[in-house]
């Protein structure tokens, strides 16, 4: 069964700096998407960035980029320039194709503090 | 605007009670979850249902049921079955499709369920 972990329970970064969070998935497929996932205090769940299996090329958005090793199974995203409000859980997800269903599997997420 | 919203924000349940909770997309998407989400772990899917007047079980569909009589609502019930109700529930929508915006699941606000 596939699987995601996030080895890092919590992570602290100082504000304007760059902080890496790890994710590792276990697959046997070939075509499968990935995405990170911020959710904040109020809880409500907000996609950061993601990235198609079949791309080399590693997605970035804005500040958020992310280091996608497929034969590792590694997929990390890395925040740039910190800002207080990057502060917040962070979810790796990968989805597969079961059926026809779009089932996304998360990690147990990091806690990410930004201190000022 | 479009979005997905949830209510209530919080509800309460008591033993031996059934309750409802509400999402609604106005996004025109055609898939629709229902995610649970515990403390110190990822969501995970409840059900999930890809057109209007089908749904399918997801990993942990004992003790909750749905419906999917129009396309912009997906409401869940939490029976009296499920022994353990108390958690976060999200609700998410996604487009149909191979691309990766149409794999992509935007979530709702969530709703927080507790027992008396």
């Known amino acids: 069964a596939q699987t995601v972990t996030q080895s890092q329970p919590e992570m602290s970064v100082q504000e304007a700096e760059t902080v890496t969070l790890s994710c590792t998935y276990d697959?046997?497929?070939?075509?499968?998407?990935l995405f990170w996932y911020k959710q904040p205090p109020s809880r409500q769940m907000i996609l950061v960035i993601r990235q198609e299996a079949y791309k080399q090329q590693n997605a970035t958005e804005n500040r958020f980029s992310v280091n996608f090793q497929k034969a590792a199974k590694s997929f990390s995203l890395k925040i740039s320039d910190s800002q207080l409000g990057d502060a917040a859980m962070y979810f790796c997800?990968?989805?597969?194709?079961?059926?026809?269903?779009?089932?996304?599997?998360f990690g147990t997420g990091t806690l990410l503090a930004v201190q000022p | 605007d479009g979005g997905i919203t949830q209510s209530p924000k919080y509800l309460f349940r008591k033993e031996g009670q059934n309750v409802t909770l509400s999402c609604e997309q106005n996004?025109?998407?055609?898939?629709m979850y229902w995610y649970r989400q515990d403390p110190g772990q990822g969501l995970r899917l409840i059900y999930y249902?890809?057109?209007?007047?089908?749904?399918q079980k997801g990993d942990i569909a004992e003790g909750y049921s749905v419906s999917r009589e129009k396309k912009e609502s997906f409401p869940l019930t939490v029976t009296s079955a499920q022994k353990n109700p108390t958690a976060f529930y999200l609700c998410?929508?996604?487009?149909?499709?191979?691309?990766?915006?149409?794999?992509?699941?935007?979530f709702g606000p969530g709703t927080r369920l507790l027992v008396l």
């Open positions: 249902s890809q057109i209007v007047n089908d749904f």
């Open positions: 996004l025109n998407h055609d898939a």
């Open positions: 697959t046997s497929e070939s075509d499968y998407y």
């Open positions: 997800a990968y989805k597969y194709s079961w059926g026809a269903t779009n089932k996304l599997i």
């Open positions: 998410a929508s996604s487009k149909a499709g191979g691309t990766s915006e149409q794999e992509t699941q935007y």
